[in-house]
């Protein structure tokens, strides 16, 4: 079994209005984390990200513009809230396993002047069920569940 270690962090400047494609920030920050972690871009063998609707770029278009030569672990996600974790443990086992060597994990968007975080509505059935009450945003789930276990403990 491998050990499995987070070893570098990068981003872009924050701004109301980048003025660049979303697939360009997301190259910019996973160069300036394969910097931060001592790795050449060419050394990522995995890639993962998460969206909500389309409000990022997937892995595979970051893989593609990077031109990583041997990508072997991709893990797209069209999910929220819980996500950034979720993908950690996929990576690590992944990493764990020997599926990958060293797995980017990003997400991208333009959340100012593109979709914003909330704003998208997700896949599936549970809409007509969210929506109505005021459900759009992952942050109004989790004041319920916290607040129905502090109910629960009292």
């Given at each position: 079994?491998?050990?499995?270690?987070?070893?570098?962090?990068?981003?872009?400047?924050?701004?109301?209005?980048?003025?660049?494609?979303?697939?360009?920030?997301?190259?910019?920050?996973?160069?300036?984390?394969?910097?931060?972690?001592?790795?050449?871009?060419?050394q990522?063998?995995?890639?993962?990200?998460?969206?909500?609707?389309?409000?990022?770029?997937?892995?595979?278009?970051?893989?593609?513009a990077?031109?990583?030569?041997?990508?072997?672990?991709?893990?797209?996600?069209?999910?929220?809230g819980?996500?950034?974790?979720?993908?950690?443990?996929?990576?690590?086992?992944a990493?764990?396993?020997?599926?990958?060597?060293?797995?980017?994990?990003?997400?991208?968007?333009?959340?100012?002047?593109?979709?914003?975080?909330?704003?998208?509505?997700?896949?599936?059935?549970?809409?007509?069920?969210?929506?109505?009450?005021?459900?759009?945003?992952?942050?109004?789930?989790?004041?319920?569940?916290?607040?129905?276990?502090?109910?629960?403990?009292?």
């Open positions: 079994m491998s050990d499995v270690a987070i070893a570098g962090v990068g981003y872009t400047p924050f701004s109301r209005a980048s003025g660049r494609p979303v697939l360009d920030l997301a190259a910019d920050a996973a160069i300036a984390a394969c910097a931060d972690a001592g790795l050449l871009p060419e990522l063998d995995g890639i993962g990200s998460h969206m909500v609707g389309a409000d990022s770029e997937n892995a595979s278009a970051l893989a593609t990077l031109a990583l030569p041997g990508l072997r672990y991709v893990a797209d996600l069209n999910m929220a819980q996500a950034p974790c979720h993908l950690v443990g996929l990576a690590a086992a990493i764990a396993s020997g599926q990958a060597e060293n797995v980017l994990l990003y997400r991208a968007l333009n959340g100012r002047s593109g979709p914003r975080v909330g704003s998208a509505r997700f896949p599936g059935r549970g809409g007509p069920y969210r929506y109505p009450i005021g459900y759009g945003a992952y942050p109004m789930y989790i004041a319920m569940w916290a607040f129905r276990s502090r109910s629960l403990a009292v």
